[in-house]
């Protein structure tokens, strides 16, 4: 330990830093080693003083430098004449001309439609959306920033959980994070079992969680559990597998908890002491037998006994909790029923368990004085469906299935402006049923969007793109969970300049000063972070000589009146309880308890169509090479993934004449997209699973091919519209389609 956190020798300079976005990931914050000679970055490597990596990086970070100076960033702010979406008649504009036409539009829509006509969209939790949403509200004076997944479907159904059945930030496995000896502190205890559910996360490192450390846990002694239907590497070392047809998680969660309270193995003092509601939730899980569970899941009773059996009485033991819970239509249910497991066997803020947290101060003063400055009235007109109240009680934001509709149908008020933050929701990412939104987006009158290169998004629908700069080359702070669960904070670096690219923050701050100088009087990104620092007494200076800050921890808080505002003892809920009987869905019109519900479309649930489209589809599985639609165009990257690939089992594939490297069409009543076969064994039989975010910055940028944006475009055969009554969850991971083979990717 000890090395500074910027060494120089000889004209080469080695600097410490942590890792954001862009290029895209979640807040993990990785430790970098940056070398840069005369200003160039020449090489980057892991940094072993990095408390939570240790040295290692994934290839994304290990090839930063491809996309650092790669041909095709854009180096100056570009403009198009709205006339001309979808042309590539692009022209550079300095940054000031590009400020004098937002600062031109946004008046023009605000006097001509209202502020609520102009709408702020982000993408995944990249650095940009900690500002953007602040940003609408107080600098374009708008009440409609959302993240653009039908039904709010990454993060939102599981912290929608963590806030009213738990009260606890966002539960993450305990994987010693907090603590600079990590897994040798004494406090803490390695979990006997991880439950993986829905997740991968050696390739995803989704939210702030270094997935690596289950490899790191493995090694000292942690099974797994995993319920997955496809056979991840997690999954092959796993000691119980549970591979279940797509879309029927909460069925799953409920028998195991049929389980565990049957065979009385729950950890009943905590049950006594910090839960509610549980008389409720074991006559409910009555109804979910194990027989019942493998009926619709597919997964053997015997399977669900066993891994229930082990999961309870190994202590401790985690639960790791992915995407695929908030991508099913009852997300907010499977992922209760997840959650309830977890309780009732007494796994919360105890050392090798599932812990909790509350929010972080970073930034938390500054987005509520943002959210405040827009006032009651523009707040009052945020497009939310009125059956959505749960949503609207809960984030505060735009749904953006509702944003959709208002496009669509220019009520109660058009939609005229949007501003893209680090979104590319057209390349069969975040949107599902894309070309509805290509339309909508079509009517505005004018669009900016700020990026690293040039996407099918902006190039399809965009007036003003405003170059951004790298994550090596600007100043900011990672801090994993966004807040939620935050073990550290990290300092990102700007060790080089490239073209006339800017900040993100960089950019919203002079815009913000243009727009709203009272609300944005910061002058540099710096002062704004200083400034946000402030509850930790810190300055970015500081945390720069330290590199990463790791932050305070306490077990068991629920019992030191640490979890609540009040400083009593308990859970942040309406009851102060774990609540396994929910106080507060019944008013969403919600049922309080988790119960089971089959995918909208299903074998089950529309046997007529499946006749048609016998297949059961899951997209999106992350690959190690990819962040959604970026990287297509990094070689080390691409050599990995070069093409979209949909895995089939043997079997499935047989049944329709395909074979290993088949190109093929997936199609259903929404669309069509055509992806290369993987013929796997790593898949049940009867599912396929197809990738998502796939685009071809080879081909030709402009209308109507738009980098073959429509040819493998998975979210057209994703629904909208289909989410839950809390508004939250959608199809994203369970739907239907038909396979059949074609003789290229123009098929
Ligand atoms: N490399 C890389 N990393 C990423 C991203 C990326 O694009 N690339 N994206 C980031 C984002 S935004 C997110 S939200 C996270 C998500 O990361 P994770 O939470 O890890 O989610 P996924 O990788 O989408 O899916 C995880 C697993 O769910 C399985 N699965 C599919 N359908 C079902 C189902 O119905 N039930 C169950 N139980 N499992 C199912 C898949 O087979 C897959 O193995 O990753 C983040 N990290
Ligand atoms: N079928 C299917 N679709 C899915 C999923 C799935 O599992 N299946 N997963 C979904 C999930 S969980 C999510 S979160 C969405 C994500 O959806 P998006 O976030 O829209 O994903 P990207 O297409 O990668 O768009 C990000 C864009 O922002 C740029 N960018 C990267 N970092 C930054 C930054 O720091 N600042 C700025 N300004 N720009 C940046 C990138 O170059 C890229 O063009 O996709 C969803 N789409
Ligand atoms: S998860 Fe991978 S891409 Fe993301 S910061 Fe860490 S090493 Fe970099
Ligand atoms: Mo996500």
């Given at each position: 330990m000890g090395e500074k956190w910027r060494e120089e020798s000889n004209g080469v300079v080695v600097t410490r830093a942590c890792a954001w976005s862009p290029p895209g990931c979640h807040p993990v914050g990785c430790g970098l080693k940056l070398t840069t000679v005369d200003g160039e970055l020449t090489k980057v490597e892991g940094d072993p003083e990095h408390p939570i990596t240790q040295g290692r990086l994934c290839p994304r970070c290990l090839s930063l430098k491809e996309i650092v100076y790669h041909k095709d960033r854009i180096l100056h702010p570009l403009v198009r004449d709205p006339k001309d979406r979808g042309k590539d008649t692009w022209e550079e504009i300095s940054w000031d001309d590009a400020l004098d036409l937002i600062?031109?539009?946004?008046?023009?829509v605000k006097e001509e439609w209202g502020p609520e006509s102009i709408i702020g969209l982000q993408g995944t939790g990249r650095e940009v959306n900690e500002y953007c949403f602040g940003f609408t509200y107080s600098a374009l004076g708008s009440p409609n920033a959302t993240f653009t997944?039908?039904?709010?479907?990454?993060?939102?159904?599981?912290?929608?959980?963590?806030?009213?059945?738990?009260?606890?930030?966002?539960?993450?496995l305990d994987y010693a994070a907090f603590f600079p000896d990590r897994y040798d502190d004494p406090r803490y205890?390695?979990?006997?079992?991880?439950?993986?559910?829905?997740?991968?996360p050696l390739y995803s490192n989704g939210d702030g969680l270094f997935g690596h450390a289950v490899i790191d846990l493995m090694k000292?002694?942690?099974?797994?559990?995993?319920?997955?239907?496809?056979?991840?590497?997690?999954a092959a070392h796993a000691e119980y597998f549970l591979q279940l047809r797509p879309g029927t998680d909460a069925i799953v969660a409920l028998a195991m908890l049929n389980v565990i309270i049957n065979e009385e193995i729950y950890d009943h003092e905590f049950v006594e002491n910090w839960c509610y509601g549980f008389e409720d939730l074991r006559e409910r899980v009555q109804e979910y037998p194990p027989e019942r569970a493998e009926d619709v899941s597919w997964v053997p009773r015997d399977i669900i006994i066993s891994a229930a059996r082990a999961f309870a009485n190994s202590k401790p033991s985690s639960i790791l909790w992915g995407l695929a819970l908030d991508t099913a239509k009852n997300a907010t249910q499977g992922a209760y029923a997840v959650m309830s497991i977890g309780a009732i066997c007494g796994y919360f803020?105890?050392?090798?368990?599932?812990?909790?947290?509350?929010?972080?101060p970073y930034l938390g003063k500054w987005q509520s004085n943002a959210l405040q400055s827009l006032g009651p009235e523009l707040w009052a007109k945020r497009a939310v469906d009125p059956e959505w109240d749960g949503f609207r009680m809960t984030f505060a934001s735009a749904h953006p299935d509702s944003l959709l509709r208002y496009g669509e149908r220019e009520t109660p008020y058009p939609l005229r402006m949007c501003w893209f933050f680090g979104t590319n929701p057209l390349a069969a990412t975040a949107y599902a049923e894309p070309s509805r939104w290509y339309n909508v987006l079509m009517k505005?009158?004018?669009?900016?969007?700020?990026?690293?290169?040039?996407?099918?998004?902006?190039?399809?629908?965009?007036?003003?793109?405003?170059?951004?700069?790298?994550?090596?080359?600007h100043v900011g702070v990672a801090y994993p969970h966004f807040g939620n669960n935050t073990h550290m904070l990290g300092a990102i670096?700007?060790?080089?300049?490239?073209?006339?690219c800017k900040s993100d923050l960089e950019i919203l701050l002079w815009a913000g000063h243009r727009l709203n100088p009272e609300m944005w009087p910061w002058r540099t990104p710096q002062e704004f972070v200083d400034d946000a620092l402030e509850p930790f007494n810190m300055t970015y200076k500081d945390l720069q000589e330290r590199v990463t800050v790791q932050q305070e921890f306490h077990y068991k808080k629920y019992e030191k009146g640490l979890l609540r505002p009040d400083g009593e003892p308990g859970f942040n809920t309406a009851t102060g309880f774990v609540e396994l009987k929910s106080t507060i869905y019944p008013n969403f019109g919600e049922d309080a308890l988790p119960y089971y519900e089959e995918p909208v479309f299903s074998p089950i649930s529309m046997p007529e169509l499946a006749e048609k489209y016998p297949l059961i589809l899951t997209t999106g599985a992350r690959s190690i090479a990819m962040f959604h639609s970026e990287h297509r165009q990094m070689p080390s990257l691409r050599a990995i993934n070069p093409n979209p690939v949909v895995e089939i089992n043997p079997d499935t594939a047989a049944e329709y004449g395909i074979e290993e490297g088949d190109w093929v069409a997936l199609e259903n009543q929404y669309g069509r997209c055509v992806e290369k076969a993987h013929v796997t064994k790593g898949i049940l039989p009867g599912v396929v699973h197809a990738q998502h975010g796939w685009w071809f910055p080879e081909q030709e940028a402009a209308a109507p091919n738009l980098f073959g944006l429509w040819k493998s475009d998975v979210n057209s055969l994703i629904p909208n519209d289909h989410t839950a009554i809390m508004g939250l969850g959608a199809n994203y991971k369970s739907t239907l389609c038909s396979v059949a083979k074609v003789d290229s990717l123009e098929g």
């Open positions: 600062e031109m539009h946004v008046n023009h997944m039908s039904g709010y479907s990454c993060y939102g159904p599981r912290t929608a959980v963590a806030d009213y059945i738990v009260g606890g930030g966002y539960p993450e205890e390695v979990p006997k079992y991880i439950m993986v559910w829905g997740k991968n000292r002694g942690t099974k797994l559990i995993v319920i997955d239907p496809r056979v991840t590497w997690l803020d105890v050392p090798g368990g599932i812990t909790l947290a509350t929010p972080s505005m009158e004018f669009n900016v969007v700020q990026d690293i290169v040039m996407t099918p998004t902006a190039m399809a629908v965009c007036d003003l793109f405003l170059p951004i700069n790298t994550t090596v080359e670096e700007d060790v080089v300049t490239v073209g006339n």
